[in-house]
């Protein structure tokens, strides 16, 4: 496939001038293939920042209204909803979650209510938000529990979809939930809802200062390899993900994302189906904090969010998002 040897080929010609390497550029990175993350705190007229993010910040609900405007203004498609719910509100059995008034939900209805159609929102589907263990899911002798989960996340996703979400996102890595969840919408004619399966996550040490973020981090005792994919393996993402494209996902996340470029390029060359990719907080703050130290500079947030699409990805989740979407200008 591959014809031609020096000096008749010189393959330096096309990268000789800007123009030129335009013309032969094999990827592009636009504002439509970002999703905005935002933190959510209860409370009013409130922006706190986060000590493990820098540049990153928190808000109350009535606050949202400038940055969706933001994120609209700056043609990002979608924002991702993350509720630091405090801790009085957390119980082993994650019952915040069903709340119609917890965050998520009066930060769905606010959106919709202001931005209608103009903007997605997609939701979390897991318990770790909500449970005084922080794990994602229910507990018993320090094992969480599949099936059992699963009927609180089927009732989660359905919650969230009545109040105007528009993708649910299931993080939880339980066992045949993708099924669950979709049956359950249907039978509550939520047909049009997507559901966006975390199909490979892995438990990372790369979340970090998002655990810090949502306040996750102190109430977890033990790691979550137990129900998290561990990163030492390629094949069981496959069948991951061929499991939840059985079970009715619309579109898959690899999370985390630049350390598994593989995984992603992997699943795309396998089922061609939409595959998002998530640059988590260890990502954000380690590249953040190179930037802060001179260490690199802050074209290699451009880089980092280039090389998903280069890997396959049809989206990338990047508390970047903003700042790029800012500079790309399409
Ligand atoms: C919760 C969830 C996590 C992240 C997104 N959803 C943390 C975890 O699984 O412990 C991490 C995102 C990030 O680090 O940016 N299920």
């Known amino acids: ?105 009066r930060a769905i209805r606010f959106i919709k209510k202001r931005f209608k159609n103009n903007i997605g929102i997609m939701c979390d589907v897991a318990l770790d938000p909500y449970t005084s263990h922080g794990h994602d899911g229910l507990l018993k002798n320090n094992y969480v529990l599949n099936d059992k989960t699963i009927d ?10 009545q109040m105007g979400c528009d993708v649910i996102a299931p993080s939880d890595m339980m066992d045949g939930r993708v099924g669950k969840i979709r049956k359950f919408l249907d039978k509550n004619k939520y047909h049009d809802v997507q559901i966006l399966s975390y199909a490979v ?52 996340m690899v999370k985390p994302g630049l350390p598994y470029l593989d995984i992603i390029q992997k699943v795309k060359e396998n089922f061609k189906i939409p595959v998002l990719a998530y640059q988590v907080s260890g990502e954000y703050s380690l590249i953040k904090n190179g930037i802060k130290n001179k260490l690199i500079n802050e074209d290699a947030i451009f880089e980092s969010l280039m090389c998903f699409k280069r890997a396959g990805a049809s989206a990338i989740v990047s508390y970047f998002s903003l700042d790029i979407a800012k500079k790309l200008k399409i």
Not at 45 to 60: A, E, F, H, L, V
Not at 153 to 161: N, V
Not at 206 to 232: C, E, H, I, T, W
């Open 152 to 161: 609180i996340l089927m009732k989660q996703s359905l919650l969230q979809a």
């Open 201 to 252: 996550k892995y438990a990372s040490h790369f979340y970090g200062p998002f655990r810090d973020a949502v306040g996750s981090k102190k109430s977890l005792k033990s790691n979550k390899k137990n129900y998290q994919m561990d990163f030492s393996n390629i094949n069981e993402s496959l069948r991951e993900v061929a499991l939840d494209i059985k079970e009715g996902a619309d579109m898959v």
């Open 1 to 105: 496939m591959i014809t031609g040897k020096y000096p008749s080929l010189r393959l330096r010609r096309s990268r000789k001038y800007n123009w030129s390497r335009k013309l032969v550029q094999e990827n592009n990175l636009s504002s439509g293939d970002l999703i905005y993350p935002i933190f959510l705190i209860e409370g009013k007229n409130k922006k706190q920042s986060i000590k493990s993010m820098p540049g990153i910040y928190k808000y109350s609900v009535d606050k949202l209204g400038v940055v969706v405007k933001n994120v609209i203004n700056c043609k990002i498609p979608m924002v991702a909803l993350f509720p630091s719910t405090p801790d009085n509100k957390k119980d082993k059995y994650g019952n915040e979650s069903l709340n119609e008034n917890n965050l998520v939900c």
